[in-house]
């Protein structure tokens, strides 16, 4: 944009906003009839042990296969969702498949916990735990093969009714996990009263490691609170060797990343990652 200035530079921004609106408008229109139609997919992106090399694990991630564009990703619609409320469809759809891709993997001996991503406007509705147990129940999901995972700045507001749905959700073996780490303000000590099984670092905070000391001083830091408080630590977003290196040196042993696997259909996922495992492994979940 640098290339056009003054009054046509203006011009061209108000265009490209008033495109980005309409763009939203037009989106939000297809959101509830693209769930009518269907038009959602999930992919799934493996979380992986280092050592065992055991998929513990996938993040369940959705997709809008819209009839006029390309994949379009939850980047560009769930904010929108979330504005415009058609989230709490859009969740329970996904809630649904996931409990219903849960139920299948157990049948066929793929014992791989399936993580949810849960946006605060969901968390928010009163009856979003009544609707998840239902879709549980509905499919026959073994509980102890689904994850939420909570975002942290939505983690840190939790109140008191929803802990204690959370807590009851834990007992029965969902596991919780909070997201995107690192990107928003935590209370320490209120991190450490979570009912929380592990914590997913955000890929910012990884990003730099290979290149910079600092970088890595802030993320080793925050792998030993995390550690130290008892949780897992997942790291999100790794990219390269060198970064898993690192990681690995830090004393991180479970990845989610680029470099491991991409997000992908469940066909591929199944054919990739869920080879036969002998019964032992198959146990562990
Ligand atoms: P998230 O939960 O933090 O998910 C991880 C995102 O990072 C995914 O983007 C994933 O594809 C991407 N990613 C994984 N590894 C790498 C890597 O090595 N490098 C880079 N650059 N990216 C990596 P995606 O699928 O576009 O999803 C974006 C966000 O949308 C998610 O962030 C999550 O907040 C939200 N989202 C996705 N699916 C759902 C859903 O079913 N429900 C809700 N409420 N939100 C969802
Ligand atoms: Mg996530
Ligand atoms: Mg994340
Ligand atoms: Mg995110």
Redesign the pocket.
């Known amino acids: 944009h640098a290339k056009h200035q003054g009054r046509n530079r203006a011009e061209m921004f108000t265009t490209e906003l008033a495109l980005e609106a309409a763009d939203r408008a037009e989106l939000e229109r297809d959101l509830l009839l693209g769930l009518q139609r269907e038009e959602f997919l999930l992919e799934f992106?493996p979380q992986i042990e280092i050592g065992s090399g055991r998929v513990i694990g996938a993040?369940?991630?959705?997709r809008w296969a819209h009839p006029e564009r390309e994949l379009v990703?939850?980047?560009s619609f769930?904010s929108i969702a979330e504005e415009s409320g058609a989230?709490v469809a859009l969740?329970d759809w996904?809630m649904g498949r996931v409990c219903e891709t849960a139920a299948r993997w157990s049948q066929a001996g793929v014992r791989q916990r399936i993580a949810?991503?849960?946006?605060s406007r969901?968390l928010g509705q009163a009856d979003f735990f009544m609707r998840l147990r239902h879709a549980i129940d509905a499919h026959r999901a073994p509980a102890i093969m689904l994850e939420l995972?909570i975002t942290e700045s939505l983690a840190m507001e939790m109140k008191a009714g929803t802990l204690d749905q959370i807590r009851a959700l834990r007992r029965d073996g969902v596991r919780i996990a909070i997201?995107?780490f690192g990107t928003g303000y935590s209370n320490l000590s209120r991190l450490r009263e979570l009912p929380v099984d592990r914590v997913k670092i955000d890929?910012s905070l990884v990003r730099d490691i290979a290149v910079s000391a600092e970088a890595r001083t802030i993320c080793s830091a925050v792998v030993g609170l995390i550690q130290g408080l008892g949780m897992e630590v997942v790291v999100?977003?790794?990219?390269t060797e060198a970064q898993m290196e690192m990681l690995r040196v830090i004393g991180c042993t479970l990845f989610?990343?680029?470099?491991l696997a991409r997000?992908m259909g469940e066909e591929d996922y199944l054919a990739r990652f869920a080879a036969p495992a002998p019964l032992a492994r198959q146990r562990s979940v």
């Open positions: 992106q993040e369940a991630l959705i990703m939850p980047g769930v989230i969740g996904v949810i991503n849960i946006s969901e995972e997201d995107d890929r999100e977003g790794v990219e989610q990343g680029y470099h997000p």
